[in-house]
């Protein structure tokens, strides 16, 4: 068997992991894939004059990770996968850029992030798609925008109000935030936690979660039944409060105020219950490795109750009215649609997946914490359009309510015992994946000989989704993008790592 099998939340030593001729691997990856495996992951790591790439195949209904390895030379090449497989696109750019290992016969080899000081190369300078034709014009939107928004580029190629192709053009920020979680003492690498917090912003609990289970897996820590469910239900708030701000958004592109308003004053409800369980409305500080930094008493708990069934009665009066309304239905409906197969194709993951009926959710499939003994079962829907990604967050703003409401009382108000430790066991692999309000997250860590980070790969979901947003504009007018971006609602520092 050229490929090991692991779980989520596992790790494996190095060595184990097989090395394969790239050409042999190239064929056994599309003999998986025909099987309906999807890719996870896809990056190098640099050793001395090689680089080693590893390669992540997910086979969802078993909850199993394929994974594999192959080693390059320096300034060498490979034959590209992505023409046949469109999934591969993105990945395949990022390693060339980040190594420089060329993808032979790669259908849109252009920069996927630009290097700071690279003087060779300019955002300006970026070689956008054009049609050469009196009747198509350009629109090009940022990389400044007019509201609280961080750099993106969006170029738009209309005959007129129809978009007949959107490039996005990210990598503004040069974050380089994978190398901060290079570290050697233990004491860093536990205060980390708060540095993968700040991965996206909006998805504190998601991508702490990530981390905290990487590092757990590593230094060989038990997390507490009680640490593992108070993480579950801020996980789950956290989706909450997110999927109503956005439905407070969507319903303000369509002028809809009423809902907009009403949805805005209960998503403040959902982060003011953070606010009270840990002193941050973002969930800032309330992970550590190994457990919580903070539990809910007797009275909080009770409060959590009352709080959790207004807000579950008020939205379900104000989206039962929004999503019953002509006028909505009319903007929404057919709008920014991304069919099954094409979005099968590119690796949809998340809300947009499953919008577009693909049932893909990693607390399903690759259950992780609490969520092992409590499953939460993937709603989808198959209009693939607006109104699907709208829904959607109803649907999970409901799933979600019910998981905190049906596992309230099992809470234990004694704070749970958190394990120590000293070291990472070295020459390992580890993999975290977590189901963030976005989506997949997918945090690889590799460990040296000398028991420190040498390697720390992030995947936040927006990577697999900003093409699936491009995707969906195609044939709609110019006038819908904010309100499909909205539907998508990506992260623009997710991706910018």
């Not at 190095?14 to 042999?24: A, E, G, H, T, V």
């Not at 790669?106 to 000081?117: A, G, I, Q, S, V």
């Not at 959902?270 to 800032?284: D, Q």
């Not at 860590?445 to 491009?470: C, E, H, M, P």
């Amino acid at each position: 068997m050229n490929w090991l099998i692991l779980k989520n939340c596992k790790s494996v030593d190095l060595d184990k992991i097989p090395i394969l001729d790239y050409s042999i691997l190239k064929d056994e990856i599309i003999a998986l894939l025909q099987r309906k495996l999807r890719l996870i992951f896809f990056f190098g790591y640099a050793q001395e004059n090689q680089t080693r790439l590893f390669i992540g195949l997910s086979e969802d209904e078993n909850s199993q990770i394929y994974l594999t390895s192959s080693l390059f030379s320096q300034n060498s090449s490979f034959s590209s996968l992505s023409q046949d497989y469109p999934e591969f696109l993105n990945f395949e750019r990022e390693f060339y850029e980040e190594f420089n290992i060329y993808p032979e016969n790669h259908p849109w080899l252009k920069p996927f992030r630009f290097k700071n000081n690279d003087l060779a190369e300019k955002i300006k300078d970026y070689p956008f798609f054009s049609i050469d034709s009196e009747e198509i014009h350009e629109v090009a939107v940022g990389p400044i925008h007019a509201g609280v928004i961080e750099p993106g580029h969006f170029r738009f190629l209309c005959n007129g109000e129809k978009v007949l192709h959107l490039e996005i053009q990210l990598g503004y920020q040069h974050r380089n935030i994978e190398k901060l979680f290079l570290k050697k003492d233990m004491h860093t690498i536990k205060r980390n936690i708060h540095l993968a917090e700040s991965i996206a912003g909006d998805t504190v609990i998601g991508h702490g979660l990530a981390y905290a289970q990487a590092i757990e897996s590593l230094a060989k820590l038990d997390c507490n039944p009680q640490a593992e469910l108070i993480r579950a239900i801020a996980l789950e708030l956290e989706r909450v409060a997110i999927h109503i701000g956005d439905l407070s958004a969507l319903a303000n592109d369509i002028a809809y105020i009423s809902a907009s308003s009403y949805l805005g004053n209960f998503r403040t409800m959902i982060i003011n219950l953070l606010l009270a369980i840990n002193g941050n409305r973002f969930g800032r500080g309330l992970l550590k490795i190994g457990g919580v930094s903070y539990s809910l008493n007797s009275s909080l708990i009770e409060d959590c109750k009352t709080v959790i069934s207004k807000v579950q009665n008020a939205i379900t009066f104000i989206c039962e009215k929004m999503f019953a309304d002509p006028s909505v239905l009319s903007r929404m409906e057919h709008t920014g649609i991304l069919k099954k197969d094409l979005a099968e194709k590119i690796g949809l993951v998340g809300l947009p997946a499953r919008a577009s009926g693909l049932q893909r959710d990693v607390r399903a499939d690759h259950p992780f914490g609490f969520y092992k003994a409590s499953l939460i079962c993937p709603v989808t829907m198959d209009s693939c359009d607006v109104f699907a990604r709208s829904y959607m967050r109803y649907i999970e703003i409901q799933q979600s309510i019910h998981f905190i409401q049906d596992h309230l009382d099992r809470l234990n108000t004694s704070h749970p015992n958190t394990p120590e430790f000293d070291l990472l066991t070295k020459n390992q692999f580890a993999i975290s994946m977590t189901e963030g309000w976005r989506g997949e997250i997918v945090h690889c860590v590799i460990t040296d000989q000398s028991n420190s980070i040498a390697r720390y790969k992030i995947k936040d979901s927006s990577f697999n989704n900003w093409f699936g947003l491009a995707l969906a504009m195609r044939d709609n007018a110019i006038s819908d993008f904010p309100l499909c971006n909205k539907s998508f609602n990506l992260s623009y520092c997710g991706n910018d790592l």
